[in-house]
Every structure is written in C-alpha cells, then in structure tokens.
C-alpha cells in the first residue's frame, strides 16, 4: 500500500511561484508513473501533470509552460514546480500514483495524497 503526503501550498499572490512536493512511502516510487491533478471548489478534480517512470512529462494546456513536474526516485519524492500563478489555479492539489505507464484521468491512479491547499490572491 503506498501512502503519499504532499506539503508546499500556501496563499501567494499572482505572479508568485511554489514548488509542491509529494513524499511516497509503502512502495518504490520509481515503478510507478506520478501525477498531479487539483480540484476547486464546486468543480471537478482536473488534471495537471503527469510523468512517467522514464520521466516524460505531459501537462494540462492550462498550465503548459508555466508548471514543472519532475521526480527523485533515490527520495522517493515527486515535485510540482508553480511559477507565474494566477487566481484561476486556486485549488487543492493532489498528487497520485499509477501502475500504468501514463494517464490523465483520475481512473488511471491507483493511489492519493490528501492534497495541498494553493491559494493565490488576484
């Protein structure tokens, strides 16, 4: 059973950056692919980004450009690098693991973090 925790949200203002990391613990990291979806209020969970057990990376239109995933499997840590906020990424942001190669749907994870609360003021 693999358990994650993620941690780094917080309230900034747009423009601002943060960097959300997700710690894995119950499994080895590295066979799994990760991602990162969010979910504000009175929507539905959305994804973000993914990236795959070689570390190809794919990312929502929404935030192409401007966010970063990337992982270190030696700590077992996945990162979801912020930059150029804006209002519409308020959100908590959830990361997930999954046994397939790739996915974007939230049916393609078979794990979940409690998620991280991003707040970004306008």
């Known amino acids: 059973q693999v358990q994650l925790v993620e941690s780094g949200g917080g309230l900034v203002r747009t423009g601002a950056s943060l960097r959300l990391s997700c710690a894995a613990s119950?499994?080895?990291?590295?066979?799994?692919?990760m991602g990162w979806f969010r979910q504000a209020p009175g929507k539905e969970r959305e994804f973000v980004a993914h990236i795959t057990t070689r570390s190809s990376t794919f990312y929502a239109d929404s935030v192409k450009g401007r966010f970063t995933i990337s992982r270190d499997n030696a700590r077992n840590m996945v990162y979801l690098q912020m930059n150029s906020l804006k209002p519409e990424d308020t959100a908590v942001y959830s990361c997930?693991?999954?046994?397939?190669?790739?996915?974007?749907?939230?049916?393609?994870?078979?794990?979940w973090g409690q998620g991280t609360q991003v707040t970004v003021s306008s």
């Open positions: 997930a693991a999954s046994r397939k190669y790739w996915g974007v749907r939230p049916d393609d994870y078979d794990y």
């Open positions: 119950g499994g080895t990291l590295s066979t799994f692919g």
